[in-house]
């Protein structure tokens, strides 16, 4: 059974710091897919956070995250890690890992095939 479980989520104030984790297993976080993490806020749509290339070599962050995020996979321990600094109340939300197939970083969520069940950030200001 192919499955992706998150890890990091909590509680943090403005300015800290947190790290998600991805577990996958089944094979899925490895060189045979694309990672990305999204995000969800209460009465919002899920919106892409930062995406992962095959062997690590290409990342594209979304624009509300470029110089906080850091995005970084280990193809070997089948995971793929969110570090997130200087956090924002605009940045609580579920955030969820998520695997796709296709051959480059792609941001539109309809287009990865797996996904995890997601962790809540909350950020207090």
């Known amino acids: 059974q192919v499955q992706l479980v998150e890890s990091g989520g909590g509680l943090v104030q403005a300015g800290g710091s947190l790290r998600l984790s991805c577990a996958g297993s089944g094979g899925l976080i490895s060189s045979r897919y694309v990672m990305g993490w999204f995000r969800q806020a209460p009465g919002k749509e899920r919106e892409f956070v930062a995406g992962?290339?095959?062997?690590?070599?290409?990342?594209t962050y979304a624009d509300s995250v470029k110089g906080r995020f850091t995005i970084s996979r280990d193809n070997a321990k089948n995971t793929v890690d969110l570090q997130m600094n200087n956090l924002k109340s605009e940045d609580t939300a579920v955030y969820y890992c998520?695997?796709?197939?296709?051959?480059?970083?792609?941001?539109?969520?309809?287009?990865?095939?797996?996904w995890g069940q997601g962790t809540q950030v909350t950020v207090s200001s």
């Open positions: 992962i290339g095959r062997s690590g070599g290409s990342i």
């Open positions: 998520a695997a796709t197939v296709t051959l480059a970083v792609v941001t539109k969520s309809a287009l990865y095939n797996y």
